[in-house]
């Protein structure tokens, strides 16, 4: 019933930007917490940012100042905004939602490198 779905991976130069996408339904989107989720190979999932149904953000310290988490509760998606990429920032990213998160999109692929 709950589906998650992003869109928006892809391949970017250092200093890029990128923007996804993470289409929700099932769920009651206005009253949800929404977050971004990455994990790169080798290394632990990592909350990157997180957007609560006030509209309040919370950021990693790794993109504080590069990305931006955003949701349009009338089209019940939420976006990430990913400027200045770094090749670190290179992961599977995965929206999800609720406090803690209960539900997970299927994720998808952001590479930076020249």
């Known amino acids: 019933q709950v589906q998650l779905v992003e869109s928006g991976g892809g391949l970017v130069q250092p200093g890029g930007s990128l923007r996804l996408s993470c289409a929700a339904s099932?769920?009651?989107?206005?009253?949800?917490?929404m977050g971004w989720y990455r994990q790169a190979p080798g290394k632990q999932r990592e909350l990157v940012a997180t957007?609560?149904?006030?509209?309040?953000?919370d950021y990693a310290d790794s993109v504080k100042g590069r990305f931006t988490i955003s949701r349009d509760n009338a089209k019940n998606t939420v976006y990430l905004q990913m400027n200045s990429l770094k090749p670190e920032d290179t992961a599977v990213y995965y929206c999800n939602t609720g406090n803690p998160p209960t539900y997970w999109g299927q994720g998808t692929q952001d590479t930076v490198s020249s």
């Open positions: 957007i609560f149904s006030g509209g309040s953000t």
């Open positions: 099932g769920i009651i989107f206005r009253l949800s917490t």
